[in-house]
């Protein structure tokens, strides 16, 4: 049963354009979102997160949204360079445990 | 570097035998997690360790799994009588806390393949 989800295996888009990654979850207990970027061969790289407390946050080209109520989040990159190109992977925790669920993620491809 | 180490990168061997995997955390880094990645899955959580606190080994497959922390700082995860279904990447992670508003730093990860 997989608690959180990221439905769509791929992504392509024109460099310059937003990039739109999202992620669904299960679990109501879930109060702490992550957005990991993963490149071949390399450990996941923290990206960005957020606080089940606010619905959205940025940093810098990055920016994640979360709609609690349709548990639901997206992660928006813009604008898209190709060095973004790798996979990213949604992940989230409840207050009562350490440990990360992650979604299978999102190979995101941008195009020159 | 700086960065969470993990040793061997890369592991080949028969199916049967015991294989050790091991974590160098961030220094000061109190919690250590473990998580492994099957082809095509998600990063999958295997355990953690908090400081002198007992491991939450909740996400542990099997009893042929089993991991130790020495001395707060360096782990070890040890598979005994692999099976091909143990074939993954197994990644290890370190935080300054207990995750709350610390991510989690991962290292590059071992693959192990059971033949």
């Known amino acids: 049963d997989q608690q959180v989800k990221q439905n769509s295996p791929s992504l392509s888009v024109q460099e310059g354009r937003i990039s739109i990654l999202n992620c669904d979850y299960t679990n109501s207990m879930f109060d702490y979102f992550l957005w990991y970027k993963k490149y071949p061969a390399e450990g996941p790289t923290f990206l960005i997160s957020i606080s089940s407390i606010k619905d959205k946050n940025e940093d810098g080209r990055f920016t994640v949204f979360l709609n609690k109520s349709a548990k639901h989040l997206s992660l928006h990159i813009v604008p898209s360079q190709p060095g973004d190109s790798a996979v990213y992977f949604c992940a989230a925790k409840d207050g009562a445990n350490s440990k990360l669920t992650f979604g299978k993620g999102i190979t995101l491809s941008v195009r020159p | 570097g700086a960065g969470v180490s993990q040793s061997p990168s890369n592991k080949v061997t028969e199916k049967g035998k015991d294989v050790e995997l091991r974590c160098d955390p961030i220094s000061g880094h109190t919690a250590l997690y473990w998580y492994r990645q099957s082809l095509g899955q998600g990063l999958e959580f295997l355990i953690y360790f908090q400081g002198n606190s007992a491991p939450d080994k909740s996400g542990l497959p099997s009893d042929r799994f089993s991991a130790e922390r020495t001395g707060g700082s360096v782990s070890t995860l040890t598979i005994q009588r692999t099976q091909q279904e143990d074939s993954a990447v197994y990644l290890c992670?370190?935080?300054?806390?207990?995750?709350?508003?610390?991510?989690?730093?991962f290292g590059d990860g071992t693959r192990l393949s059971i033949l």
């Open positions: 992670a370190s935080s300054f806390g207990p995750l709350g508003r610390q991510p989690q730093h």
